[in-house]
């Protein structure tokens, strides 16, 4: 860029000359003597210019050069001196007439304007018309105010063309006739002054330009001069009127002030009008301190306009301005004496207060009364509430401040003159008691910000205040809501707080966070409170000075240092739970780990150092070394990224083992301190972890989110305080083998890792005591799987009897030996050896089991487990056993039942999911091993391969010296050894060598050229699919640019509309992103979405499919319906086509050949995908890792029915629903649906598209309805249907079942399945002997039922293999006969101790399918999802089972009482005068003899009952009731006002008389309630459960009527309805209440007609017949 202030060459813009040819030569000697050559190359003098004219006069009038133009204009374009401009008009004038020649003078740089007035006068003179041409839009009098013209040269273009000053700037032809002449054209040599741009001319005035360019105040009024409305219009460029440009420049300015009074003066209505800015003139003015004169024209042009609250008046009249200035004012607006002097305070100041306030002279005083003599009758603030101010403000005693307070309470919230609150003085000047108080009175102040933009916590830090006040400013702004944590609207008091490192702000921080010591319990939102961001984004951890952090870090970080995880626990049992968590305490430099392990420092390291370090860096030293050069020394580049590529450059994830039992711990840390074990086969313990007291502290204060994980997950269990640390696993070996499937050479590999660990402690004298399952874990470092948990641990020494097995134990992998049948004597005794443990889950335990034979009690078994001492040591005393003592056949028999289960499926012996004895009939299995030949048969059964069967047989034998050593079986057998017997098969070592050797390659590419298949066994198997897990490298997402595409109209938010278009594109839930507000801006949206989703690949499954009816299933199940991500997960819009899919698995691509030849030899892999965001856990995983409690359990269950009762809205039965099919994300820590290959749609019966279910199935998961029971001579028929099918496997899955008794064949079973037609239609050859089953929500509502009873009691309801499918015929036929054998369920459902839960279950689980109700009816009124009506049947709970346990007894009290009553029908005539004599008697029996209790009873009705009648006096008593003998002695009458009974032989008369009549329509209603509970009695009594609760649906439904009913208690004794204070309770929604209730009321009334009889029923409903006295039927009787 040229300066606009330097020569300028022109030549410069041409470059460096060119070579020239010689014959050119000649040209250019010639050009070099042209008129235009002298010009353009600045050789033009007046004697050369003069010269060349008077040789060559006619070259003045020739046009030349590249634009084409005369000398003149070269001239001036050049910049040739003014003496050559004037010499070329001289010669030749008519040059100034074309070509815009004047303003080609104007556009003459701003260096050479010296003399061109000079020039400009020439050129006007010889043509003045030239003053009025335009040229780009522009005249040249606004050029030259732009171009910089002097004063003097703008002035004689405004007096040549005084009519300019009112033109404004146009292209426009409209307003410029000559426009199309005058646009500049390419080429235009005017063009090349501007860049060869066309300019953009803004319509303005010359008056605006002068004032841009500060032009003086004589160019500006003469301007005005010429047009004066110039000052009314505004410049289009800045939006503002002459007057406000002014002032913006107005520092700028040498005379500003007279440049502003001139444009005021010109237009006073300016000062009215607010500038662009928003701001008034004398805003502007004043903050410039502008002159005493400037300031009184201003108020004097616009006296109204109030400046920060200000009027004029009050302005000057707080300015210190003169007495004559305040009096000018006043004169010029005389009401503003009346008027509030300012806007900003609450309370109403006169100016005329102001002036006493501040002490004016009188002169104003008596001016201002003058104008308003109102203002003295007015009260004056500063003398009440406003004197709060001014005490503050003077710093007065705190008693004078407070006595003012109690005085004038109201002041503490009124603004003062300027504004402020008296809490805004007082944080600055007054003590913290005055500050204190006035914070209480107005709590609202401290959200405030004060004049300097602070908060009054701000000021309250520096002040160093107390904590207590600090707490106090605090906790009424904080920025997230303590209920969820969702952001809230606040004011940064919390950002304040955090960042000032005072006492009282470091404390404040700690109590607010605290739940203990009158604390705000903030600690359990840390997260949110952490992450909060302030208006600059800033997140307040990142504000946080030294004190807060330490106190957020104290919830944030577990011991300070451990960030927890958000969610439910990693694993939990009764004694210990594991937590993960990233250990942000170590940050580790691995070059630093290098330098200090390189004791020798040559740079390299070998074995021995590597060892040295393995135990704080957690890998093997073997793992380093195959990546050196020699195989024996590793440079510190290669340590270095080996390092990064296996552990990470962030914050280190582990697990934090948290122990409840000190003696497991030790043995836990001990059996590690004492032995040198490998981290190859056993999992390190971190070093440099916190001490002991440090942990226990932490648990105990809840650290890191400790409290939030426990009432959200834990709030049913004690925490330990004794900690492990270890490195973060990848998956334990039950999710291994319930997610991946393993096949038999899998199952080998892995038992052969487990055996090798084994094998390492053995050799280190070291039983392991505790080897299942959950207790073995893989590591993605290397793939190999590694032992935990050796907290059941012993030494292997047979000379010290104190090392013993049993401290710790898992009951059903444990062998014979250690199972003990004690005799009945003997339970108390070893009860009372275990009564001294306080821990219950233990006790539990330990307790003996009871083994029943039909019935009878044979037996009771316990494991050899004992207490320890201080010191650790076995405690025998009291023990019915010897101890066993530790050695490696323990363990032995443990791997013979892990093997076992991995090569079968299911579990040796029937356990919980903790791994003990299910029943006692489990343990007498364990003790009498051996004894049962038939059990050892039927296992032996189960294993197809014989070296694995040999294997495990040996493993299992009873005899512990029996088991062959680890060692041997590793090196000898057969199973471990399959080449000894198949020299054809491969190497296993070979074979790991030429994975190794291909890992580089398998890690650079890409399956289907996108996803990164993760090395290692697939995330899931079945006999019909596949699950490997992969990062898509298409979705490395950019947040923004998503954000940006979505956000169509570009407002910078996306809403719920918007949201919804990318829901399936991102993953996440539009409710997630918008958490209540409506709308999410950019920076919101790509946060959350980093948070949630990472910031690199997107973790994916892709799903390979052998079926394609499956296929189309899953995909046409999303396709066809609305199904919300929040309930079903989600599959990719983008599906590869079969054909691809099939190219991309010919050719193994991402390391699929690898993952196939390692873990899938023995599945066909399908060619129909799915791709879906990568889950959490399933719901197995969940349940058997993290042990749910009942309240776990009912949010789980809450969430999977929400998810069903979609489907079902969405008209879609799931058809699979089981816990494999139900995964966790954490994006949410939501349970969701996934595998709708087994969907269908509900549709109504008969029509065309009718759907059924049973295409793909679950067996054990099914309803009753599903099975079906065939003929032997159907089999046939039912084996043809499926003879075309191909898969071997779907074959064997519904091939009919056998159901035996005692070796007798009793039936075969199936499931009600079909195959499907190209169209997946049912196929329908005739064949099939069953009908098929509408698909519908029954078929999903029992599979709930089913995941509901195996949630709650940690058995499955069915026994199934690990498909969920039926073990047995036995199992379909107890399917099949559902509801048939009450014994059987009795047994199942009384496993379920929750009420509730039970009731939910039962109804789940009905065998009629129109009796399940529907999950949104469960949902919405089920105790269990419902705590409301969970408490109201809690509290009668303890009553039922009272009536329930005394049914018998009632049932005889009530035949006793029929029998009273047929005693006094058969009276006869001589007992008449008996009844006459004690009829005084008999009278108080009924009124004195009553008692009270409490009532137990309940009764709905539709109205209200009649008062009872309470006499008072033996008077009254005789008047309600008379026994009267008829004189023929046929009878007894007994009379009232309301009513006369006569009993004779023939029965019982009743006439009603009197005040009873009015309860004669309400006696119907009631009769019916006392019919139908007579029924509901009979059945209860008769064990008729379902016939009780059918009567109670269908008698009583046409009684609940109307808008409202009524409950009454019911005495239980009397059954008299309860009269007193409350009662009875309206019931305004009967048709939702009463419903719920009627099963407790139906049990009530049971007993109360028990005790109470018929009589005392009709009595309660409303018919007042007295009951007969107790004394009087036992003397009838008698």
């Known amino acids: 860029m040229v300066s606009t202030e330097e020569e300028f060459d022109p030549l410069s813009l041409l470059g460096p000359p060119p070579i020239m040819s010689s014959e050119n030569k000649v040209k250019v000697e010639e050009e070099e003597r042209s008129l235009y050559f002298l010009l353009r190359f600045h050789k033009s003098n007046v004697e050369n210019v003069q010269a060349r004219i008077g040789k060559y006069p006619d070259e003045v009038k020739k046009k030349e050069g590249r634009y084409d133009s005369l000398p003149l204009h070269t001239a001036l374009m ?215 004169g400037l300031m009184l024209a201003l108020y004097k042009a616009d006296p109204k306009s109030r400046v920060e609250g200000l009027l004029p008046l009050g302005r000057v009249l707080t300015d210190g301005s003169s007495d004559d200035v305040v009096l000018d004012v006043l004169q010029a607006y005389p009401e503003a004496a009346k008027d509030t002097f300012s806007t900003k305070s609450d309370v109403r100041i006169l100016p005329l207060h102001i002036a006493h306030e501040d002490e004016c002279s009188d002169k104003v005083k008596k001016a201002l009364l003058d104008a308003y003599p109102g203002a003295e009758e007015e009260e004056n603030p500063f003398k009440t509430t406003l004197r709060l101010h001014k005490l503050l403000e003077d710093s007065a005693p705190d008693d004078d401040v407070l006595d003012l307070i109690n005085n004038y309470p ?97 404390g404040a921080v700690r109590r607010i966070l605290s739940m203990s010591d009158g604390g705000g319990g903030f600690g359990n939102r840390i997260n949110a409170l952490a992450e909060v961001r302030d208006d600059q984004g800033r997140t307040a951890l990142s504000l946080a000075a030294i004190g807060p952090r330490v106190e957020i870090n104290k919830y944030l970080l577990f011991c300070g240092r451990y960030k927890l995880f958000d969610g439910p626990p990693e694993h939990r049992t009764a004694t210990s739970v594991i937590l993960r968590a990233q250990d942000v305490g170590v940050r580790s430099d691995y070059g630093y780990i290098f330098d200090m392990a390189d004791e020798d420092g040559n740079g390299k390291l070998e074995r021995k150092e590597l060892k040295a370090i393995a135990i704080s860096i957690g890998l093997n030293p073997d793992l380093f070394l195959k990546g050196s050069d020699d195989g024996s020394t590793l440079s510190k580049e290669t340590f270095v990224d080996i390092c990064m590529q296996q552990l990470g450059d962030g914050p280190r994830e582990v697990v934090i083992k948290l122990m409840k039992n000190k003696d497991q711990w030790e043995r836990e840390c001990n059996a590690r301190m004492k032995n040198i074990l490998h981290s190859k086969y056993v999992v390190s313990a ?347 490298l298409d979705q490395q997402a950019d947040y923004g640019v998503t954000f940006d595409k979505a956000d169509k109209n570009e407002d910078g938010n996306l809403d719920l509309k918007e949201l919804k278009r990318i829901a399936s594109s991102i993953g996440l839930d539009p409710a997630l992103l918008l958490k209540g507000s409506d709308a999410i801006s950019k920076e919101e949206f790509v946060g959350i979405c980093k948070r949630q989703l990472g910031d690199g690949p997107r973790e994916v499954v892709i799903k390979l499919m052998q079926k394609k009816n499956q296929w189309d299933r899953e995909c046409n199940a999303r396709k066809e319906n609305s199904l919300n991500q929040k309930y079903v997960v989600t599959a990719q819009p983008v599906i590869p086509p079969e054909d691809d899919i099939a190219n991309a698995k010919g050719r193994g691509d991402g390391g699929l050949n690898v993952i196939v030849e390692k873990f899938l030899k023995d599945i066909k892999l399908g060619n129909y995908v799915i791709v879906m965001p990568a889950a959490d856990r399933n719901l197995h995983e969940i349940f058997h890792q993290e042990q749910p409690n009942i309240d776990a359990v009912r949010d789980m269950l809450t969430q999977v029915f929400e998810a069903v009762k979609h489907l079902h809205e969405e008209k879609l039965m799931h058809g699979d629903i089981k816990m494999g099919n139900i995964m966790r994300f954490r994006i949410d820590n939501r349970l969701c649906l996934i595998d709708l290959d087994a969907s269908a749609r509900i549709v109504p019966r008969g029509g065309d598209d009718e759907t059924f279910a049973g295409v793909k199935f679950s067996s054990a998961i099914l309803p009753p309805e599903m099975i079906e029971k065939i003929e032997t001579d159907q089999i046939d028929d039912f084996n043809a249907y499926w003879e075309g099918e191909e898969d071997e496997v779907l074959i064997e899955k519904v091939a009919p079942k056998i159901y035996k008794e005692p070796g007798k064949l009793k039936s075969h079973y199936v499931v009600k399945s079909f195959s499907t037609d190209e169209e997946g239609k049912p196929v329908d050859t005739g064949l099939l002997p069953y009908r098929l089953v509408r698909a519908s929500e029954n078929i999903d509502l029992w599979s709930l039922g089913v995941l509901a009873f195996t949630l709650l009691t940690g058995e499955k309801l069915i026994p199934s293999t690990r498909d969920d499918d039926c073990a047995s015929g036995a199992d379909m036929h107890l399917l099949h006969s559902w509801g048939t054998q009450p014994e059987v369920l009795s047994d199942l459902y009384k496993k379920i101790t929750d009420d509730a839960a039970r009731d939910l279950v039962m109804q ?51 035949e006793k009482m029929n029998a009273n009553i047929l005693v006094i029908k058969q009276l006869s005539y001589k007992n008449q005068s008996e009844l006459l004599r004690t009829r005084h008697v008999l009278l108080k029996g009924i009124f004195e003899a009553t008692e009270v209790r409490t009532p137990t009873t309940f009764i709905i009705l539709n109205n209200v009952l009649p ?134 009321m139906q049990l009530g009334m049971i007993g109360l007609s028990f005790y109470t009889g018929t009589a005392g029923m009709a009595r309660l409903f409303g018919y007042p017949l007295p009951k007969v006295p107790k004394a009087w039927s036992k003397g009838a009787q008698e």
């Open 78 to 292: 050049y910049r040739a001196s003014v003496e050559v401009v004037l010499l070329l008009i001289n010669v030749y004038p008519e040059a100034a007439r074309v070509d815009k020649a004047l303003h080609h003078a104007i556009e003459w740089k701003r260096s050479k304007r010296d003399n061109l007035l000079s020039v400009v006068k020439a050129l006007l003179d010889v043509y003045p018309e030239g003053v009025k041409e335009r040229y780009n839009g522009r005249l040249p009098l606004t050029r030259s105010l732009q171009m910089g013209g002097t004063d003097d040269e703008v002035l004689a273009l405004l007096a040549a063309y005084p009519q300019a000053a009112e033109q404004v700037d146009s292209s426009d032809s409209d307003n410029d006739p000559d426009a199309e002449s005058e646009t500049l054209q390419e080429g235009d040599p005017l063009l090349s002054l501007l860049g060869n741009k066309p300019a953009k001319v803004a319509p303005s005035l010359p008056l605006h330009y002068a004032i841009i360019e500060m032009r003086s105040q004589k160019v500006l009024n003469a301007l005005l001069d010429a047009y004066p409305d110039a000052a009314k219009e505004k410049n289009p460029q800045t939006g503002n009127l002459p007057l406000h440009d002014a002032l913006e420049d107005a520092l700028k300015r040498q005379e500003a002030e007279e440049v502003i009074l001139l444009l005021l003066n010109a237009y006073p209505q300016a000062a009215k009008e607010k500038m662009k800015d928003g701001r008034l003139p004398i805003e502007v003015c004043a903050k410039n301190k502008a002159s005493d």
């Open 410 to 506: 109201d002041a503490v919230g009124k603004r003062g003159r300027d504004g402020r609150r008296p809490l805004h003085i007082a944080v600055h000047k007054a003590s913290q008691d005055v500050i204190t108080t006035l914070f209480h009175k107005y709590p609202q102040a401290a959200k405030e910000r004060m004049e300097d933009g602070r908060l009054p916590i701000e000021v309250c830090a520096e002040n160093y205040v107390s904590e207590d006040l600090m707490l106090s400013l605090l906790e009424i702004d904080m920025p997230v809501s303590i209920e969820d944590g969702t952001p809230i609207e606040h004011c940064g008091s919390w950002f304040s707080c955090v960042s000032s490192n005072t006492d009282g702000a470091t």
């Open 686 to 1032: 971190l070093s440099n972890v916190p001490s002991e007291d440090v942990i226990a502290k932490a648990v105990e204060r809840g650290e890191g989110g400790l409290t939030t994980i426990v009432t959200n997950y834990l709030n049913d269990i004690t925490l330990g305080k004794y900690a492990f640390v270890m490195d973060a696993a990848g998956r334990n070996l039950h999710q291994i083998f319930f997610q991946e499937q393993p096949n038999i050479d899998a199952v080998r590999v892995i038992l052969k890792q487990v055996f090798e660990a084994v094998n390492h402690l053995h050799e280190e004298k070291l039983m392991h005591g505790d080897i299942k399952m959950g207790n073995i874990m893989r590591f993605r470092i290397d793939n190999k799987l590694r032992l935990i948990d050796l907290d059941a641990s012993a030494r292997i020494d047979l000379f010290d009897e104190q090392s013993c097995a049993g401290a710790k134990f898992s009951s059903a992998i444990l062998p014979p030996e250690m199972i003990e049948k004690i005799e009945t004597d003997q339970v108390q005794g070893f009860l009372k050896y275990w009564k001294v443990q306080n821990d219950k889950d233990l006790k539990k335990k330990v307790a003996p089991k009871i083994y029943l034979e039909q019935g009878i009690v044979k037996a009771h078994y316990v494991v050899k487990s004992f207490r320890t001492d201080e010191e650790g040591k076995p405690v025998e005393e009291g023990l019915p056993y010897k101890l066993v003592h530790a050695s490696e056949s323990i363990d032995l028999w443990s791997l013979g039942v892990l093997a076992f289960t991995l090569l079968t499926g299911e579990p040796l012996i029937p356990s919980t999911r903790d791994d003990d004895c299910a029943s006692g009939a489990a343990m007498h299995i364990l003790h009498s091993w051996g004894t049962q030949p038939e059990v050892l048969i039927e296992l032996s059964r189960k294993i197809a391969d014989d070296f694995a069967f040999d294997l495990v047989w040996k493993l299992l034998q009873k005899e512990p010296e029996k088991r062959p050593r680890v060692a041997s079986l590793l090196k000898e057998h057969p199973f471990f050894n399959p080449r000894i017997f198949h020299p054809q098969s491969m190497d296993a070592m070979l074979f790991e060598d030429v994975l190794e050797r291909r890992s580089s390659i398998f890690e650079n590419l890409l399956f289907y050229g996108r996803y990164k298949l993760i090395y290692g066994p697939p995330e899931h198997r079945s006999q019909t699919s596949v699950v490997f897990r992969a990062h898509d």
């Open 1507 to 1640: 008062t009872a009648v309470d006499p008072s006096d033996e008077e009254t008593k005789n008047k309600i009731l008379e026994i009267i003998a008829r004189e023929d002695g046929s009878g007894v009458s007994m009379k009232t006002k309301q009513a006369t009974l006569t009993a004779t032989a023939e029965g019982v008369e009743i006439d009603l008389e009197g005040d009873l009549k009015e309860y004669r329509d309400q006696f119907g209603d009631r009769i019916k309630w006392a019919k139908a509970i007579k029924n509901i009695g009979t059945n209860f009594a008769a064990g008729n459960i379902d016939e009780a609760f059918d009567n109670i649906k269908d008698g009583i439904k046409d009684l609940i009527v109307g808008n409202e009913m009524y409950l009454y208690l019911i005495d239980d004794l009397t059954g008299d309805p309860v009269q007193a204070e409350g009662w009875p309770i309206p019931i305004t929604t009967p048709s939702d209440v009463v419903p719920t209730l009627l099963p407790l």
């Open 1404 to 1454: 789940l689980l009905k065998s009629k399918p129109e009796e399940r109700p529907t999950v949104a009816a469960l949902l919405a009124k089920h105790p269990f999802f419902n705590q409301k009506n969970l408490a109201i049947i809690s509290q009668f709970n303890e009553r039922l089972k009272d009536f329930g346990e005394t049914l018998q007894s009632q049932a005889k009290q009530l």
